[in-house]
């Protein structure tokens, strides 16, 4: 699957534009299957509620079957959102919920699982109201809401799917 959307295409530097419109469209709050496109690691620089820490930057593709669109989330590697980061491993099958294990970041690109997408509204800094998607919830497998297979649009990456399932022996790796 190739990184970038086929619609679009580079521009060159004397080429005519008119096209106003934003291809972005808010995605309806839901349940979610996803697949990790990309992982990034960051460095938050510190606000009034996370001190510097550093943060995982992960590009999810996600699709409801009625629905599908890319979002950016920010996991940060901080103790107060410890519960976030076991989320996002159980719900990827690196991780059965209550059990401690060391985060395998070079398996996350490809990883699925299935998540809760939400909608969240911000007054920007051109003092206009934005609205966006964000992942509010990683659900554990054994938990997660039914959404066939059938719905997500890719193949689940190597060491993801029913073999990877089938060979889960706890504790072993």
């Avoid at 076991?86 to 398996?107: K, P, V």
Wanted: a negative charge; aromatic letters at 10%; charged letters at 25%.
């Amino acid at each position: 699957m190739s990184e970038y959307d086929s619609s679009f295409r580079e521009f060159g530097w004397d080429d005519e534009i008119q096209n106003d419109s934003t291809p972005f469209e808010v995605l309806p709050e839901g349940d979610y299957r996803f697949r990790v496109e990309k992982f990034e690691r960051g460095r938050h620089s510190g606000s009034e509620k996370i001190p510097p820490c550093n943060k995982a930057i992960l590009t999810l593709s996600v699709n409801d079957g009625a629905h599908s669109g890319t979002i950016q989330t920010n996991l940060f590697l901080f103790s107060r959102f410890e519960w976030k980061l076991c989320q996002l491993f159980t719900a990827i099958g690196q991780r059965r919920h209550g059990e401690a294990i060391r985060m395998n970041w070079s398996l996350v690109p490809g990883a699925i699982g299935t998540c809760h997408v939400g909608t969240r509204k911000w007054m920007g800094n051109d003092g206009k109201e934005h609205e966006g998607n964000e992942i509010t919830e990683f659900y554990d497998p054994e938990e997660a809401p039914d959404i066939s297979e059938k719905q997500v649009d890719s193949q689940p990456a190597p060491g993801q799917g029913a073999e990877a399932a089938a060979s889960w022996d706890a504790g072993r790796f």
